[in-house]
T-cell receptor, first 112, second 112 residues
Framework: DVKVTQSSRYLVKRTGEKVFLECVQD?????MFWYRQDPGLGLRLIYF???????EKGDIPEGYSVSREKKERFSLILESASTNQTSMYLC???????????FGSGTRLTVV | GQNIDQPTEMTATEGAIVQINCTYQ??????LFWYQQHAGEAPTFLSY????GLEEKGRFSSFLSRSKGYSYLLLKELQMKDSASYLC?????????????FGSGTRLSIRP
């Protein structure tokens, strides 16, 4: 069964902390994505990557960075967590060409 | 600009039929997706349309009109487990990573 795995289901962090959210996929997909989902705002794209060491900004990259050192792993980094980054974070992957995303189960991050 | 519109909430009765509409305006178009998302869970893929017309998959069907920028998801023989949010999403052609843009979702409630 193909999978996208996010390392944590729930996280609580303090303001100012550096936070790492990890995502691993076992489908050999080229593309990987990080979204955040907030009530009334839907899914908003933070960053995506179409190859190892490649990254592109999405719609809301401010306050975030990413790392893709290996094809199967895509990490989202909050350099200095703030309360407005409290959200559900969803990782997804997709192959090149047509086809939709496969999502991870999500990480609900609370910044206090 | 990029915009995907769908109703915020809908209510329907168990055993009935419901149609969820979606209109979109995007810089490019390379397919439209519908995802289902139960509360607290990740979105799961339902359907994909890239050509005009109706795609049927069991109790669920999805329709696309590219000239009108319009799609709908039709759910038949509604069951209580169909209570969920339904996300309309469009793949644009702008970037090499096949970025998908999501609507805010339609929360569907099924009453007995």
């Amino acid at each position: 069964d193909v999978k996208v795995t996010q390392s944590s289901r729930y996280l609580v962090k303090r303001t100012g902390e550096k936070v790492f959210l990890e995502c691993v996929q076992d489908m050999d997909h080229e593309n990987m994505f990080w979204y955040r989902q907030d009530p009334g705002l839907g899914l908003r794209l933070i960053y995506f990557s179409y190859d190892v060491k490649m990254k592109e900004k999405g719609d809301i990259p401010e306050g975030y960075s990413v790392s893709r050192e290996k094809k199967e792993r895509f990490s989202l980094i909050l350099e200095s967590a703030s309360t407005n980054q409290t959200s559900m974070y969803l990782c997804a992957s997709s192959p090149l060409g047509p086809g939709g995303y496969t999502f991870g189960s999500g990480t609900r991050l609370t910044v206090v | 600009g990029q915009n995907i519109d769908q109703p915020t909430e809908m209510t329907a009765t168990e055993g009935a039929i419901v149609q969820i509409n979606c209109t979109y305006q995007t810089s490019g178009f390379n397919g439209l997706f519908w995802y289902q998302q139960h509360a607290g869970e990740a979105p799961t893929f339902l359907s994909y349309n890239v050509l005009d017309g109706l795609e049927e998959k069991g109790r669920f069907s999805s329709f696309l009109s590219r000239s009108k920028g319009y799609s709908y998801l039709l759910l038949k023989e509604l069951q209580m487990k169909d209570s969920a949010s339904y996300l309309c999403a469009v793949r644009d052609t702008y970037s090499s990573a096949s970025k998908i843009i999501f609507g805010s979702g339609t929360r569907l409630s099924i009453r007995p």
